[in-house]
């Protein structure tokens, strides 16, 4: 019996150890989740349905009114507007610019790698102080680009309408025009974005086995364009889907361009009243909880939306054994 | 089918002279190996055939055409690569494909949806699916032509890059170390099938290795190549039996054959310090060496040639391979034994042996082969 | 290669686009306010020397100052004593424009204490971030206990949700909490780093088993293994992720704007930049870039020194 109780009381016990020492390990990470993403998503829903105000006491229930809001008054058809065409333009365009300048980058070896550097710069520098410059380069009569765009009058550049018409009335006033602002921001939204993609784009390339190229050759495929189909672009796959996901969600987040330039009212006629925008304007400045918590849980079903999208088609297209 | 030619070709790759003039002529129909260690220049020299590299100089001909300056893809050739190269998003099938679409349909024809409706399209199809299941038959992968590579043994995808190699008509096939990333029973397997593949379509192969086994076993003509040159190129019997050079005599046979320092002192020869009946046909030269193929030497329990200790043995079951170290000049040789043989070669036992004159090749202190020395007969037996 | 001569042009008009702004900007940090109105100079602006008219109108001479001043001008009536002082006022005021430039953005509005907000920051963040992700990714790594995968699904779930997405919620438990405009408003929200979570995880994975045996068999707690075993083996990751947070958060605007609002002390870099704007007039723009040069510098250089690193820390983002 005593050999027994011993046996039984000497049995150590190493998983309830390790398991106490990680969740000791883990507690904190936890707890910020649970703080910092995961309660004010929560928060956020809730004061969505309602119509709180910083520094009351209290609120009301409102039902989906904010969400009726959303869907129905001009302002916000606006701000989807301004918000997709922002998304739909930036995103294939910087896409297929970093693609493009991979490809030219790639092939051009140790050479390339100056373009590399060069085209990475706008990822690194603040967006708000690039803004800003462009802004400058921007204005109608001191700025860069109405200047360069003068030296054109008087020579055979006035055949196209475009600079006819400047010529004569004067270049487009680009950020104080309803036509242009949304378009410019888009172009900005480009050049600071498609230097990131192109490097994605290059560390995927690098990763192409370069023995398929040379099947491919002896399989006859001669042109460029042969070796792209045949063998860059499936190998790419993970890579641009990665690539088109991340580059949507950053879209979706454009902030800085629209607020530097027009600090109040998100662009002439709101053309350019993108959602990180009315969020702030509303929910931040205007002091509107309840419709900025509506604009933010819609805001968050598309991320969502976007990356599990992404997860999906990666799972699915694994197939290099 | 046409035969293959290679005249002169150089190939540096910065400082390193990878090729220092190569010449080899093909002919239609033949197996030739390319075999040597690693970094002699033998993948160098297929890739120059293929056209995925270029010569500093020489000239590549194909049949009649010179193809120095054509490109690969123009080439009419096809080659299975070491890491098979197979293309990981398309199936068996699809990879199999990939060089008839390349080289029969049009690129119209080649989109992805729109290239269905094009005229001819259909029938195109048709005549590459044949093709392909034809391919797929003959190497018995017809079961996977549905699969993607991922979903594949490294066997069956070897297969596969064979598949993509046959479905056309080539000038010629060109394989670049196709088993080694095989395991040895499979190797072996896939050497015979490769072997009758070249008999049933009497296509010409250019086959580069690192296993000389595989060289000796599949090949009509081996060319040994060392340092960017080939040192000799014959046929497998001749390799082995008449080498040119000694480090021919190295590398081909397994084991490896023994070699004996031989001096001349006026006009005798000796081998360990005693003498050879030997006779000489033409000039003479100073220090030489002699060849001794494991199986030229005999166990010799009477007037023995020379002596020694028995200091490792490797027993294969149908023959044995004992090292000796012989009492002279602690020098190690390598003798095949029968089985029946084995109680007389226990570790560490004294042994004497003999060697076969006639199977003595003289080679000189450059390691060339001098065919007009010949050894009439063996040492004078030790004096006991 | 001369094949290649369309890509080169394709690939310098491009550069020639992002550029741009660029040149402009640090050209005219360089330039006279006349200078950038007229579109002239070059890159380096002729530097001729200019006056500075706010410091000529601050230190305008009155009444006191020219009774004060008459002895050093003998013989001179009011005017002419006044006049000689504005020559000296205008003299004492008068710099190259890269200096009026420069200096006025470090005056104008406490830029040094801007930076310094911004190392702070950025520097804090990282340090907490690596703080909580480590222990945590380790232990998902390595050990095992009941809950291991619902708190990686966890993880999983919550790398769908951007920061910036949610930031008006935080605002407002922030601003119940009575913390908005605080350093703890910039940093805290930005601590936990999933994906620094994630990243560590999967290269701890790739640590051999066996050297944290044999950590333990040395009598290691968990929690030491974690700094003196994990982390040493992970720095060449925790460079690439330590690039990827601060570019992240020195060059943030959007979290900053929302939560410092009154307290200039506390503004970032952008923040700093974004003032200047505002009350800004015309003739403010060269020391308008000069701020902008000097917030877009650091990062710059930092990147031009190191850029494998850098592009593999922005990247890292691509590796899932």
């Not at chain 1, 921007?138 to 018409?165: D, K, Q, Y």
């Not at chain 2, 910065?14 to 690693?38: H, M, N, Q, W, Y």
């Not at chain 2, 050739?77 to 060089?99: G, K």
Request: hydrophobic share 50%; charged share 20%; proline share 5%.
């Amino acid at each position: 019996m005593a050999v027994l109780d011993m046996g039984v009381a000497a049995h150590p016990k190493p998983n309830n150890h390790e398991a106490r020492t990680a969740w000791g390990l883990a507690a904190p990470a936890l707890a910020l989740m649970f703080l910092i993403l995961l309660v004010p998503v929560i928060v956020a829903g809730v004061l969505s349905f309602t119509n709180y105000s910083l520094g009351n006491s209290g609120f009301d229930w409102v039902g989906t009114q904010n969400y009726e809001r959303l869907f129905t008054r001009s302002t916000y058809e606006k701000m989807f507007i301004a918000t997709f065409t922002y998304v739909v333009t930036v995103v294939p365009i910087s896409v297929g610019l970093g693609l493009g300048a991979a490809l030219l980058v790639h092939s051009l070896g140790r050479i390339g790698d100056i373009y590399k550097t060069i085209y990475f710069l706008p990822v690194m520098a603040t967006l708000l102080a690039m803004a800003i410059a462009w802004e400058f380069m921007l204005h109608p009569t001191i700025g860069m680009v109405n200047r360069t765009l003068a030296m054109a009058c008087g020579s055979w550049f006035e055949v196209i309408p475009f600079f006819a018409n400047g010529c004569n009335d004067g270049f487009p006033l680009w950020l104080g025009d309803r036509d242009y602002a949304i378009w410019v921001v888009c172009f900005i939204g480009v050049w600071q974005g498609f230097g990131f993609n192109m490097v994605l784009f290059l560390s995927g390339l690098t990763s192409v086995h370069r023995e398929l190229y040379h099947a491919a050759e002896m399989d006859g495929a001669r042109s460029g364009w042969d070796r792209f189909w045949l063998v860059t672009w499936p190998a790419l796959g993970p890579t641009t889907v990665f690539v088109v996901t991340i580059s949507c969600i950053r879209a979706f987040q454009v902030f800085d361009t629209i607020e530097a330039f027009w600090p109040q009212g998100g662009g002439p006629n709101k053309s350019a009243y993108v959602m990180m925008f009315a969020i702030f304007e509303k929910g931040v400045q205007q002091n509107l909880i309840g419709i900025g918590s509506a604009i933010t849980v819609l805001f968050l079903i598309f991320v969502m939306f976007l990356t599990l999208i992404q997860r999906r088609l990666v799972e699915r297209k694994v197939h290099y054994g | 089918m046409a035969g293959l030619e290679v005249t002169s070709l150089t190939k540096q790759f910065g400082e390193t002279r990878v090729l220092k003039g190569v010449t080899l002529g093909i002919a239609d129909g033949e197996f030739v190996s390319l075999v040597g260690p690693s970094g002699c220049g033998k993948s160098t020299l297929l890739r120059i055939i293929a056209g995925l590299e270029t010569a500093n100089s020489g000239t590549v001909t194909i049949g009649k055409a010179e193809v120095t300056d054509t490109r690969a893809a123009d080439r009419n050739l096809s080659m299975v690569f070491q890491s098979y190269a197979l293309y990981p998003h398309l199936t068996v099938a699809e990879n199999i494909a990939v060089p008839l679409r390349m080289r029969e349909m049009t690129s119209l024809q080649r989109l992805p949806v729109i290239g269905g409706v094009m005229p001819g399209a259909r029938h195109q199809k048709h005549s590459i699916a044949q093709s392909v299941a034809r391919a797929a038959d003959m190497l018995e992968i017809g079961p996977l032509l549905g699969r993607k590579p991922g979903q594949l043994s490294g066997g069956q995808r070897q297969r596969v890059a064979l598949g993509r190699a046959l479905v056309r008509d080539p000038a010629a096939f060109l394989l670049d170390e196709p088993l080694s990333n095989l395991d040895a029973k499979l190797r072996v397997q896939t050497r015979t099938e490769i072997a009758e593949l070249h008999r049933k379509l009497g296509a010409t192969f250019v086959y580069v290795t690192h296993d000389q086994v595989e060289a000796m076993t599949m090949s009509d003509r081996i060319a040994v190549m060392m340092d960017g040159e080939i040192l000799q190129c014959a046929t497998p019997e001749i390799i082995y039996e008449d080498p040119d050079d000694i480090r021919v005599a190295e590398f081909i046979g397994s084991p490896k054959i023994n070699i004996l320092p031989i001096e001349q002192s006026g006009a005798e020869l000796y081998l360990f310090g005693r003498p050879l009946k030997w006779r000489e046909i033409g000039e003479s030269t100073r220090a030489m060496q002699m060849g001794l193929r494991p199986e030229a030497l005999r166990l010799m329990q009477s007037a023995p040639h020379f002596k020694g200790r028995v200091a490792h043995i490797e027993n294969l079951g149908a023959e044995i391979f004992a090292q000796i170290a012989l009492n002279d000049e602690g020098l190690r040789v390598t003798l095949r034994a029968s089985p029946a043989e084995r109680p007389m070669i226990e570790l560490g036992a004294e042994v004497g042996l003999g060697f076969d004159a006639a199977a003595a090749l003289i080679f000189d202190a450059d390691g060339k082969r001098m065919r007009k020395i010949e050894i009439i007969a063996g040492l004078t037996p030790e004096v006991a | 290669m001369t094949r290649e001569w369309w890509k080169h042009l394709v690939l310098i008009l491009g550069a020639l686009i992002v550029l741009a702004p660029f040149y402009m900007m640090v050209s005219y940090s360089f330039k006279s306010p006349g200078e950038i109105d007229r579109g002239e100079g070059g890159f380096f602006g002729r530097q001729e020397v200019m006056i500075d008219p706010r410091c000529v109108a601050l230190r305008q001479p009155d009444r006191a100052d020219i009774e004060a001043a008459r002895s050093r001008f003998p013989g001179q009536d009011d005017a002419g004593v006044q006049a000689a002082l504005l020559a000296e006022t205008e003299a004492a005021c008068s710099m190259r424009p890269v200096a009026f430039n420069y200096t006025k953005a470090f005056t104008e509005a406490p830029l040094m204490r801007y930076l310094l907000n911004g190392v702070i920051v950025t520097v804090s963040i990282f340090l907490i971030q690596i703080v909580v992700a480590l222990p945590a990714a380790y232990a998902l790594a390595k050990l095992k206990f009941w809950g291991r995968e619902a708190v990686f699904g966890l993880v999983l779930f919550c790398l769908l949700i951007p920061v910036h997405a949610i930031a008006l919620p935080l605002y407002i438990l922030l601003a119940k909490l009575g913390l908005t405009n605080t350093y703890a408003a910039l940093v805290v929200p930005w601590t936990i780093s999933v994906f620094g979570i994630f990243l560590m995880r999967q290269f701890f994975m790739t640590v051999p088993d066996d050297l944290i045996d044999a950590a333990r068999m040395d009598g290691m707690s968990e929690f030491a293994i974690v700094w003196r075993v994990m982390l040493p083996t992970a720095i060449p990751a925790l460079l690439a992720f330590a690039i990827f947070s601060i570019v992240a958060h020195w060059n943030d605007y959007f979290w900053p704007r929302i939560v410092v609002t009154g307290n200039r002390d506390l503004f970032t870099p952008p923040l700093g930049l974004r003032e200047f704007k505002g009350d800004g007039d015309g003739s403010f723009f060269g020391p308008m870039m000069a701020t902008a040069t000097v917030i877009v510098t650091p990062l710059i250089v930092a990147f031009l020194i190191a850029q494998r690193r850098f592009i593999e820390g922005i990247t890292l983002s691509g590796m899932k």
